[in-house]
């Protein structure tokens, strides 16, 4: 259904002609259409080398900082990577300076852009798209973006395209191809093992496929070259195809003579790429590639067509009748060996779940009315605490609790908290939830408010279990990804006029920075460690960072973002506020303590 | 089976057809604004008023500003086509919305227009092409004037509002007084759905030519039907996408990339099949299916399709003659039955569609029947926090500033319910967001009820908890616009609103309490002294309405230790109005308890 509506919109002719003149004229080209910028990238590019991937992490100019950093977490997958040659290339529309200040004037001028590109080019403007979400994303700007590409290869590698799920970007790529085209799998069964042979293939084979695109003169003549090889290719592909290293990532239409089916699960697009192949001829594998106009045109016509079962009874119940209308749509229904598979593989990318994601949200909104009481109780905790005799506060309370039934139990409800906003974070990332989830201001008050009652408790349970000694510290190392999640809801929300002008008389009830106590340690230990050091220089450089810590603990105080418990008689931030003092006075014989002039020095 | 049209919609069959002539009638007659007819019913005597409009072939009585010229309606005139949760007032065309009111200062002096109403006599508005949205458009003023109960009846009208408009009408269960007739292929019907062009200018100047007949064959235009069609195939598949349930997030990614028309159907639907049957349509979202899918080209043609969509405009007359006697009705509603649609010759891909729609409806009514299990533990919950209230007032501390202090037990237990309770209101409030709940939800009296019993008592508590934790220095006072009131409170006070017929804001009795204590930190920062004054003699007055005349707001408020009453005898003396009048209330109260 997808597909249809995809179809039907007039996207795909215009990206389509944009990319023909793009290609025609071997240049970036741009154009408004109703407020929709479209910028095309022309498909004449040759990339060298030959099909290695490289890890983006080693891409010094960080280019997309959101693909880049990796959790903790992650750390145990393959990094990123994407195609070495495809990446330089687009390194240098990139660095170019017209490409900046063509795309920039793109943005100003409209509502929307859509990047596309036709066979390299599409490569190309994947990775722009990417580059672009990215700096959106920075600039917490929401400017719709769409890339559309037309028989493009295939990027990068499995977890390439899980990061890209993992930032919701998925959706934004829209990879269109068509029946026999082989360029979109190409890189299933690389190139190499053929260029072994014939060293100048990979050279002559863009060369051609260059030329192709920018004229149609050639054709006749280039085929002739091109079909043995490709006749060898193919062979090859049916060996190799298991073992490629590249996946693929975001919606695949696949164009048939037909219709048109879409796909977003990439295993079983990796699968219908190969099926729909299966009848490929060396020929059609070519002419499919250039055909993609022929395409898009006929199917903004077939969807008006009144379409029935070509073969056989009409399936009993809706959900076959669906499943077999979209291998219909494939062209394989009358292809006996592979409609079987493809139905499996289509059952497949309608995956188990079949919720809808707003019955998903409002589920989700039932279970935290229900988690609603363990937060509640945790509250109760930390105001109890405020008022008891001992004046420690919460943190202090929690981290140094005996046996007690009461500390076991908000302990319990920590935990159960925490695998509560732990699902809603792997629904979100594998788009079970509305698409708009985030702009709910519902659940990104929610989130934020239990990342500033909880982690705290986190934090003391971290240290209470002397995970510092072991691991290190919170900050770094042990701070549990969906906090940071959270940290980036709450930045990208949008932000009311009204807000933050207010200054706060009175202290906040909760701390504005749920880390502050996680500093609070790191900071006792700089002090523990200034006392038993006796080397000048690193003394020194601790005594920064405590006066660091000092300066933001008391812009916090004084701002009052800081809640009653962190300001209480035996909270360990007084404790340790106390003991600073004590111990600066004490030192006040040895000058300097925080010299102005040692900054530039130790600050690289 | 068996039945026929005027069963299904509830009007005699005899006033069909003939309605149907004048509406054509009217339609070439634009000297005259309508016509008026009286039809005599043979069976029992009784008569029937129709009216119908002309209409006009000009397209700039078609589309105003592009590329769908659609503007708010004007909730002055239509108080009720609004949506009560936040989705803003219907979308009508504008265009056909100044015709209307073009039409209506005569319309509303027509005398046959008042002795019908005199003789309680059933009124049908009727119109054919575009006098088919004046004729909607008309009913519906009559219908929230509730001067008549009038009927509708359209031949081939295109479509004249949004999604809004159409929930609207079945929330105030209107929905069954509009009939529109369609032919299959008519291609007049489904040009909203497709943005203004060149191709919709052409089509408008065809049926100009033909209906003032000085050309009696004109030449019919041809390559509309590709962009017509595949715009509003758009419109069908993306409302198929949200059926189906499609989780794919391109889906609304593309579509900010695409403008689609906001129209959608709207009433009863009754398709003539053009072999003499007729298949009727109540589901708003089958009626867009099949608009789209029944037109679709089959084994003929293009250029055949686009003829037929043309001719077809101007064949109601003989269609309905033909059908209207048999009983070869079908109604859809209640299971797609293969054979009817056979008849309208969908293709496996529509039939999907349509049980897609079927199914969504049948989603609506599960969650109707899960609200309804929910309305139990509401009513626990609720239960619970009367007690609570009950027993604050024997401190005379009352439950707001009970609740406020936190000391007790009881006051945590009361926090628990009151999030509780937010949760489930939520969810609904959500669900009504979605559509996923029917439409006509937020009219039934029970839950209207129930919700204003819950806003009433709990949003004190909700306004207890965001001065407690002095909220108002992060987020600004309590009650501003789209302030951090809870909007869960702000629907349910426009529910009952709504169906008291007043202004919006007017119920705002559950937020007295954040009135007062926003006085009081106004009047600590020394904000304008007069214009303090005046807000308090304001929520003087209000108070004592509340709690005198229609009893929406507790007397507990006048407890002694309340927040209130201690604030309120504070205030300087030049400050309060009506000193005696709520002094005399308190007193009341604590001989009272």
């Not at chain 1, 004037?105 to 852009?113: L, T």
């Not at chain 1, 049916?238 to 239409?253: A, D, I, K, Q, T």
């Not at chain 1, 030192?587 to 925080?594: D, G, H, M, S, Y």
């Not at chain 2, 009038?150 to 031949?155: D, E, I, N």
Request: proline content about 5%; aromatic content about 10%.
């Amino acid at each position: 259904m997808l597909a249809t509506f995809l179809s039907s919109t007039p996207v795909l002719q215009d990206s389509w002609r944009l990319c023909s003149l793009a290609n025609s004229a071997a240049t970036v080209v741009t154009d408004h259409v109703r407020g929709v910028a479209y910028v095309a990238f022309p498909g004449t590019v040759m990339p060298s080398g030959g099909a290695n991937l490289v890890a983006l992490d080693g891409a010094p100019d960080g280019l997309f900082p959101p693909l880049q950093h990796r959790h903790a977490q992650h750390q145990h997958e393959d990094p990123p990577m994407i195609h070495a040659a495809i990446l330089d290339h687009f390194r240098s529309f990139y660095t170019s300076t017209t490409f900046h200040n063509q795309i920039l004037a793109v943005i100003e001028k409209s509502k929307a852009v859509v990047m596309t590109g036709h066979s390299m080019g599409g490569a190309v403007a994947s990775l722009s798209a990417l580059w672009l979400l990215s700096y959106l994303q920075s600039i917490t700007s929401s400017l719709p973006v769409l890339c559309i590409t037309f028989g493009s290869p295939l990027l990068g590698n499995d977890s390439f395209s899980r990061a890209i799920l993992r930032e919701r970007w998925a959706g934004n790529f829209c990879h269109v191809v068509s029946n026999h085209d082989f360029i979109p799998r190409l890189f299933l069964a690389p190139l190499p093992s053929l260029s072994a042979h014939h060293p100048h293939f990979v050279l002559q084979f863009w060369q051609l496929l260059m030329n192709i695109l920018q004229s149609d003169s050639e054709t006749a003549k280039i085929f002739g070259f091109l079909l043995p090889y490709i006749q060898e290719w193919v062979a090859n592909m049916e060996e190799e195809c298991v073992e490629s290293p590249f996946s693929p990532f975001g919606n695949y239409l696949f164009f048939s003579e037909e219709g048109a089916v879409c796909v977003d699960d990439a295993a079983a697009v990796g699968k219908m790429l190969e099926l729909m192949f299966t009848k490929a001829s060396p020929g059609s594998s070519i002419e499919d590639h250039l055909k993609y106009g022929d395409y898009t045109e006929k199917a903004s016509w077939q969807l008006l067509m009144r379409k029935s079962f070509t073969l056989g009874e009409p399936p009993e119940s809706s959900y076959e009748a669906g499943l077999a209308l979209a291998v219909q749509s494939c062209g394989l229904a009358n292809q006996e060996s592979i409609s079987g598979p493809a139905k499996d593989c289509l059952k497949m990318a309608k995956r188990v779940n079949r919720l809808s994601p707003h019955l998903n949200a409002a589920n989700l909104s039932i279970i935290l009315s229900k988690n609603v009481p363990y937060r509640a109780q945790i509250e109760w905790y930390k105001a109890s605490c405020d008022k008891s005799d001992d004046q420690m506060g919460y943190y202090d309370s929690f981290k140094l609790r005996g046996a007690s039934k009461k500390g076991a139990k908000i302990n319990m409800n920590r935990c159960l908290l925490a695998g509560f906003w732990d699902n809603v974070i792997y629904m979100l990332e594998s788009s079970q939830l509305p698409h708009d989830f985030l702009k709910r201001e519902k659940w990104v008050n929610a989130s934020h408010f239990y990342k500033l009652l909880v982690e705290p408790l986190d934090i003391a349970e971290y240290y209470k279990t002397g995970k510092h000694l072991t691991h290190g510290h919170y900050l770094k190392n042990g701070r549990e990804e969906r906090y940071e999640i959270f940290d980036r809801w709450w930045k990208g929300r949008e932000v009311g006029n009204e807000e933050n002008n207010n200054r706060r008389t009175t202290y906040a009830s909760l701390t504005q920075d749920s880390c502050f106590w996680a500093r609070v340690e790191e900071a006792r230990d700089w002090l523990d460690q200034i006392r038993s050091e006796s080397d000048m220089r690193r003394s020194a450089m601790l005594w920064q960072d405590i006066d660091s810590f000092e300066r933001y603990a008391t812009r916090l105080v004084e701002n009052k973002e800081v809640s009653m418990d962190v300001l209480a008689k035996n909270s360990s931030f007084t404790l340790l506020m106390e003991e600073l003092q004590d111990f600066k006075s004490k030192t006040q014989q040895f000058p300097p303590q925080f010299p102005a002039f040692l900054n530039g020095e130790m600050v690289p | 089976m068996g039945e026929t049209v005027g069963n299904l919609i509830g009007l005699n069959d005899e006033v069909i057809h003939p309605a149907a002539t004048l509406a054509v009638e009217a339609h070439n007659s634009p000297s005259k604004q309508f016509l008026v007819k009286k039809i005599k019913i043979r069976h029992d005597l009784s008569s029937v008023v129709v009216l119908a409009f002309s209409g006009s072939m000009l397209p700039e009585d078609w589309f105003g500003q592009p590329p769908f010229g659609e503007t708010e309606i004007d909730t002055g005139k239509f108080p009720s086509l609004t949506s009560l949760n936040d989705g803003g007032d219907a979308v009508v065309n504008g265009s056909f919305l100044r015709r209307f009111n073009d039409v209506l200062d005569k319309l509303s002096h027509a005398k046959e227009l008042k002795a019908a109403i005199e003789k309680k006599k059933q009124v049908v508005f009727a119109g054919y092409s575009s006098g088919g949205p004046i004729a909607i458009l008309a009913t519906l003023y009559f219908l929230e004037n509730q001067t008549l109960s009038p009927r509708c009846l359209t031949f081939g009208s295109p479509l004249v509002g949004d999604r809004i408009f159409g929930h609207a009408l079945r929330r105030e269960g209107w929905s069954d007084y509009f009939t529109h007739f369609v032919m299959k292929y008519d291609i007049i019907p489904r040009i909203m759905l497709s943005p203004s062009s060149t191709e919709h200018k052409q089509i408008l100047n065809y049926f100009k030519s033909k209906f003032d007949k000085k050309n009696i064959n004109p030449a019919p235009p041809s390559g509309f039907y590709h962009t017509v069609m595949g715009n509003a195939s758009s419109v069908a598949s993306y409302e198929a996408c949200h059926l189906m349930g499609c989780r794919n997030p391109s889906l609304d990614i593309i579509k900010s990339f695409i403008k689609l028309s906001p129209y959608r159907p709207s009433g009863t639907y009754v398709f003539c099949t053009g072999n003499g049957n007729l298949v009727v349509v109540k589901n708003p979202n089958a009626v867009l299916q099949i608009l789209i899918h029944c037109a679709e080209l089959g084994e003929s043609n293009t250029a055949e399709v686009e003829k037929r969509s043309l001719d077809e405009h101007s064949a109601y007359l003989s269609e309905l003659k033909e059908c209207l006697g048999m009983q070869a009705v079908v109604s859809l509603d209640g299971g797609p039955a293969t054979a009817t649609l056979n008849d309208l010759g969908l293709s496996p891909q529509a039939m999907l569609c349509l049980q897609a729609a079927e199914e969504f409806e049948n989603r609506r009514s599960r969650n109707l029947e899960k609200i309804r299990k929910y309305l139990e533990k509401i009513e626990v919950e609720l239960q619970m926090l009367r007690k609570y209230k009950e027993n604050a007032q024997i401190s005379r501390l009352g439950y707001y500033d009970s609740f406020k202090l936190q000391n007790e037990d009881d006051d945590f237990h009361a926090n628990v319910s009151r999030l509780e309770l937010a949760g489930i209101w939520d969810e609904i409030k959500e669900m009504l967001k979605e559509f996923e709940l029917p439409d006509d939800f937020e009219n039934k009296p029970e839950i209207i009820d129930l919700g204003t019993e819950y806003r009433r008592l709990v949003e004190p508590l909700d306004i207890a908890n965001f001065y407690r934790h002095s909220k108002d220095k992060e987020t600004g006072a309590y009650v501003i616009g789209g302030g951090p009131r809870p909007k869960r409170y702000r629907f349910i006070q426009r529910w009952l609103e709504h169906r008291e017929k007043k202004p919006f804001g007017s119920r705002s009795e559950s937020l007295f309490w954040a009135g007062v204590e926003q006085l009081g930190i106004d009047i600590k920062k020394k904000k304008n002294l007069q214009e303090i004054k005046d807000r308090i003699r304001q929520l003087e007055r209000n108070m004592i309405a509340w709690i005198d005349v229609d009893k929406s707001l507790d007397k507990d408020v006048l407890l002694e230790k309340t927040t209130f009453v201690k604030w309120w005898r504070d205030l300087p003396r030049e400050c309060n109005s009506e000193s005696e009048r709520i002094e005399k209330l308190i007193g009341e109260k604590a001989a009272g308890v």
